[in-house]
């Protein structure tokens, strides 16, 4: 499997997990890394918020140890906040040891939008370079930008701002082909993934449309693209990365994992967020994913739903093995 590098730091290879709200903690980051993530990215997390010392946010950035290395990615719209918030987690929490700034530029949900963050950013260049020049001079680590094809299907302008990103001083650049309009619906526009890559000579990492091991090889083959970035194809998947190592390795694809398979994996899953203090209710939707398609699906999510405890969420997937 072909190995990244991303200004200095060196990946074991080129599947990247997507930052994902909600979904991405310190818990799914374990498990796809033990299933071949070759790079991990937190929740995004508010600069700002960073700043103030909020204790909800540096619970964001916890990570295991041998989970490296990995990125945490930023958001904001204020250049000089990025930086503090940079800085700060340095002077302040050294606890939180991290190996690449990501700064999220694609964000589509409206309350981030509105404040001129996340995927807005895609409609100011000029800010978006200041953001990534701040965080260039902040910090010692590699900075990487993630953006989407353009604001609007009238503005795509992921080209400019993958120029943007490289002369600012971004080592690599992850680009989902999708606008900003179209949220997560439609098809992903791989092309532009392809412009982007002919455009600038730092890594680009493709996303959008992974769902298989066959889509993940015919990305890199269409595209040229350095790697690749899964998002919602993981959900409940984690076995996705190896599928794919295994296909590009041997050229075949390996089979998909058995019943007992996920199942045993979802039990280690909530088992880890039951011995944390972390809410036992975040594993209903991690549930969810892994039982999609199994016999009765429709009815452990139901019941999962209702259930308040990790015994109560054991028992309902223990005996879903058919």
């Given at each position: 499997m072909q190995s990244l590098k991303i200004g200095n730091v060196a990946i074991r290879n080129n599947l990247i997990m997507a930052p994902m709200a909600g979904v991405t903690d310190i818990f799914f980051r374990d498990i796809v890394w033990r299933h071949g993530a070759g790079l991990t990215v937190s929740e995004m997390v508010s600069a700002k918020s960073i700043v103030y010392g909020n204790k909800n946010t540096i619970r964001l950035m916890e990570n295991r140890d041998y989970i490296r290395p990995w990125s945490i990615q930023f958001f904001g719209h204020e250049p000089d906040v990025l930086a503090g918030a940079i800085r700060r987690l340095d002077d302040d929490f050294p606890q939180v040891e991290y190996d690449i700034v990501d700064i999220n530029m694609g964000c589509p949900m409206p309350k981030i939008v509105k404040n001129g963050e996340g995927a807005a950013l895609m409609t100011n260049p000029v800010l978006a370079g200041q953001l990534i020049e701040a965080?260039?001079?902040?910090?010692?680590?590699?900075?990487?930008?993630?953006?989407?094809?353009?604001?609007?299907?009238?503005?795509?302008?992921?080209?400019?701002?993958?120029?943007?990103?490289?002369?600012?001083?971004?080592?690599?650049?992850?680009?989902?082909?999708?606008?900003?309009?179209?949220?997560?619906?439609?098809?992903?526009?791989?092309?532009?993934?392809r412009e982007v890559k002919q455009a600038v000579t730092i890594p680009v990492i493709g996303n959008g449309d992974i769902f298989t091991p066959q889509a993940a090889q015919e990305c890199l083959n269409k595209t040229a693209c350095d790697g690749l970035m899964i998002a919602r194809g993981a959900m409940g998947n984690p076995w996705?990365?190896?599928?794919?190592?295994?296909?590009?390795?041997?050229?075949?694809?390996p089979p998909p994992p058995t019943n007992e398979q996920i199942i045993a994996t979802a039990i280690d899953h909530l088992h880890a967020v039951a011995a944390s203090t972390a809410r036992i209710e975040?594993?209903?939707?991690?549930?969810?994913?892994?039982?999609?398609?199994?016999?009765?699906?429709?009815?452990?999510?139901?019941?999962?739903?209702?259930?308040?405890?990790?015994?109560?969420?054991?028992s309902i997937i223990g005996g879903t093995i058919t």
């Open positions: 965080a260039v001079r902040a910090s010692y680590r590699p900075v990487t930008v993630k953006i989407r094809k353009g604001f609007t299907a009238s503005t795509v302008n992921a080209v400019e701002m993958a120029k943007v990103a490289q002369e600012s001083g971004a080592s690599a650049i992850a680009v989902h082909g999708r606008t900003r309009d179209q949220y997560y619906a439609g098809v992903a526009d791989w092309d532009i993934i996705l990365f190896s599928r794919i190592i295994g296909l590009v390795e041997t050229g075949e694809v975040e594993m209903r939707k991690h549930i969810s994913w892994y039982t999609k398609g199994m016999y009765g699906s429709a009815d452990i999510r139901r019941r999962v739903n209702r259930a308040s405890t990790a015994h109560e969420m054991e």
